[in-house]
């Protein structure tokens, strides 16, 4: 059972252009929510994050919004760049008794063409 | 600030053998985490330190891996025996405490044969 789901796998985006990543959850307890970037032979790069409370976070070129509700989250990058190009996992996770334990999704890859 | 370091980057043992890996989180890093990841799967918790002792081991196969963090900084993860399926790159992660972002090592690649 995927508590958290990133149902692309895929995506491809021009350079300059906005890149948009999503990322669906079931469980209502999850309060905190993460981005990370992954680059072949690396481990994962935090991003950004979110915490329940809020509805958008914003980091420079970085914007993730959160839609309780719907228990979706986005990471929207504008302006695109090659640079960008990366395997993103969506992460959730409890500030209560599961304080620490993480979840992650599959990942997207984000390919963005010069 | 230096990242995580971990070691070795790359193993390849035989089935059935046993294999010890290593992590140095960042200084001052109160929580330590071993993940696992599956190829094309995200990183999966097994284990997780707060200071020298475990919070939450609940996702360890503990009849065959164990896990340490001796003096409350270094820490090893040891696979003994390995099986196939054991096959995937393990990731260290620490975090200032609980509950804040996680930064992670490099992690090791482990491919049982």
């Known amino acids: 059972d995927q508590q958290v789901k990133q149902n692309s796998p895929s995506l491809s985006v021009q350079e300059g252009r906005i890149s948009i990543l999503n990322c669906d959850y079931t469980?209502?307890?999850?309060?905190?929510f993460l981005w990370y970037k992954k680059y072949p032979a690396e481990g994962p790069t935090f991003l950004i994050s979110?915490?329940?409370?809020?509805d958008k976070n914003e980091d420079g070129r970085f914007t993730v919004f959160l839609n309780k509700s719907a228990k979706h989250l986005s990471l929207h990058i504008v302006p695109s760049q090659p640079g960008d190009s990366a395997v993103y996992f969506c992460?959730?996770?409890?500030?209560?008794?599961?304080?620490?334990?993480?979840?992650f999704g599959k990942g997207t890859k984000l390919s963005v063409k010069p | 600030e230096a990242g995580v370091a971990q070691s070795p980057r790359y193993k390849i043992i035989e089935k059935r053998q046993s294999v010890a890996f290593w992590c140095n989180p960042i200084?001052?890093?109160?929580?330590l985490y071993w993940y696992q990841q599956i190829l094309g799967q995200g990183p999966k918790l097994l284990i997780q330190?707060?200071?020298?002792?475990?919070?939450?081991d609940s996702q360890l196969p503990k009849d065959r891996f164990s896990a340490e963090r001796l003096k409350g900084v270094d820490s090893t993860l040891k696979i003994q025996p390995a099986k196939l399926e054991d096959s995937a790159v393990y990731l260290c992660?620490?975090?200032?405490?609980?509950?804040?972002?996680?930064?992670f090592g490099p992690g090791t690649r482990l491919t049982v044969t």
């Open positions: 992660a620490s975090s200032r405490n609980r509950g804040y972002e996680q930064y």
């Open positions: 469980n209502s307890m999850f309060d905190y």
């Open positions: 979110i915490s329940s409370i809020k």
């Open positions: 992460a959730a996770g409890e500030q209560g008794g599961s304080q620490g334990n993480l979840i």
């Open positions: 200084s001052g890093h109160a929580t």
């Open positions: 330190f707060q200071n020298n002792g475990v919070v939450d």
